[in-house]
């Protein structure tokens, strides 16, 4: 490929003019020479070296079309996109600009400063992403569960996941993106599994706009299921989820597979109604009492009464009956509005804990969830699913799950306890760590990267460096003979 084209030597640069101050006039031009504004580009690598994920995407049988990639390899491919998505670069045609960046060519394990080793165009990715295949996709699938694994020492003793249907609007003719009704607009309704403890995202699987049926929440989740007990045959894994997954094909799954359960959110109808009756009078009794009690001046106001019970209860379409937990709550009314009735309901296969710990404890603490996939669209930009082909999609929303992947687990390796980055979202990460203007020089031998004197985060990209490129050296020291 030819060496990118520079301006010559004598040509008039472009300026910018500024507001003077006294006795100076203030211009900026594009020619302070090898100079890069991502030096998270390298603090990407120390991640990925320490979890190996890059070559985690590229083993075994992902083999796409050679000439897709010609004359790149895939590994370098995949490593520049994800790095440029993680670094705040979403859009594919950034790549012809970020093509010549040094810090991201030295990531990606190229001289920097050397003209005739450019990364690859957008035109490259276009090809890449339109070569992948249905195997192809579910390869790189199946190494993001794998990856999760690997971030065990030992198998868990338990595990909960999270999952989740979310929307990615549509907005041209992308295929197999429907109308979806209750969100208003043409779409994918991808599914996002994740790791209720760490957040890690397990798996993440592209699907059409329209609702999924139980069989096929069923499939997905059986894949998914099944590596994970290839590696842990014994942890005990409970499934999470809102009421779309209450499903008897679901349920039954978690049932066969064994040692596991499942707590979903059940809607409501007129025989659950009819059982809940009893309770939902008695709290209406309640609260009845409390707001007599406090006209009189002789307790508190409240806002509602919540009460929890439990029965068994079976579907017409479930094979068996599971055990259901009620929370019945009334709502106070106030001037011109009625109390309400609140009441919701739980489907599990757990039988241990009371109805009350069940519900606030381990049902509600799925809200979590929500704030993970806002970060995997919202900061992320997983839906930019603008290509015309669904598989093409799909593998852009693989990558947006694989930059999740790293910016999980640089809080967890780099960024976690003390630091002041350990709780925050991945676009203040991007903002304050990874947007720092770096001097490149390179030498016979070596590279040296100046950074501002005056970096407000040099205390802590120290504390980072340390702990992700000094633990990789240690490991590295032990293995050798």
């Known amino acids: 490929m030819p060496a990118i084209a520079r301006p010559a030597a004598n ?82 045609n950034d790549t012809d600009t970020l093509r010549a960046d040094p810090l991201f060519k030295l990531a990606a394990g190229r001289a920097p400063l050397d003209t005739g080793n450019p990364l690859a165009c957008s035109a490259t990715h276009s090809r890449l992403e339109g070569s992948l295949r249905r195997s192809d996709l579910y390869r790189v699938a199946r190494a993001l569960i794998e990856q999760f694994v690997a971030t065990y020492s030992e198998a868990p003793s338990s595990i909960t996941l999270e999952i989740d249907h979310t929307d990615d609007a549509a907005h041209g003719q992308q295929e197999l993106a429907f109308y979806n009704h209750y969100y208003g607009h043409y779409c994918y309704l991808p599914l996002l599994v994740f790791e209720a403890e760490s957040g890690a995202l397990v798996a993440s699987v592209l699907r059409p706009g329209k609702r999924p049926t139980g069989a096929e929440n069923a499939m997905i989740m059986k894949r998914v299921l099944h590596v994970l007990r290839q590696h842990w045959p014994h942890t005990h894994i409970l499934l999470r989820g809102d009421g779309h997954f209450s499903n008897p094909e679901l349920m039954k799954l978690i049932s066969e597979i064994g040692n596991a359960d499942f707590i979903f959110g059940l809607g409501g109808n007129a025989v659950l109604s009819a059982k809940a009756e009893g309770l939902m009078r008695n709290a209406r009794g309640h609260l009845a009492l409390h707001q007599s009690m406090a006209a009189q001046g002789m307790g508190p106001v409240v806002s509602s009464v919540r009460l929890f019970g439990e029965f068994d209860y079976a579907a017409k379409s479930w094979p068996q009956a599971h055990r259901v937990v009620l929370k019945a709550e009334v709502l106070a009314g106030n001037t011109g509005r009625p109390a309400a009735d609140n009441q919701r309901y739980v489907v599990t296969s757990l039988r241990s804990s009371t109805p009350g710990a069940l519900y606030q404890q381990v049902y509600c603490q799925r809200g979590q969830a929500e704030n993970w996939i806002k970060q995997v669209k919202a900061d992320l930009k997983s839906d930019r699913t603008s290509a015309s082909s669904f598989f093409a999609n799909f593998a852009r929303l693989l990558l947006t799950a694989a930059v999740y992947v790293l910016h999980q687990q640089l809080r967890v390796l780099g960024l976690h306890d003390d630091t002041e980055l350990a709780s925050t979202q991945p676009k203040t990460v991007i903002l304050s760590l990874f947007k720092i203007a770096v001097r490149v020089k390179q030498y016979k031998d070596r590279v040296l990267l100046h950074l501002p004197s005056a970096c407000p985060v040099r205390a802590l990209l120290t504390k980072v460096c340390q702990r992700l490129v000094s633990a990789r050296r240690k490991s590295a020291m032990l293995a050798s003979p």
């Open 11 to 92: 040509s008039v640069p472009e300026q910018l003019c500024f507001n003077s101050i006294p006795g100076f006039t203030v211009r900026a031009d594009f020619a302070g020479g090898e100079l890069s504004s991502d030096f998270g580009a390298v603090v990407l690598d120390a991640v990925d070296h320490r979890i190996g994920l890059i070559d985690c995407l590229t083993a075994g049988d992902f083999r796409p079309t050679r000439c897709a990639l010609y004359p790149h390899l895939l590994r370098d491919l995949l490593k520049q996109r994800v790095f440029q998505i993680t670094s705040g670069y979403e859009d594919g």
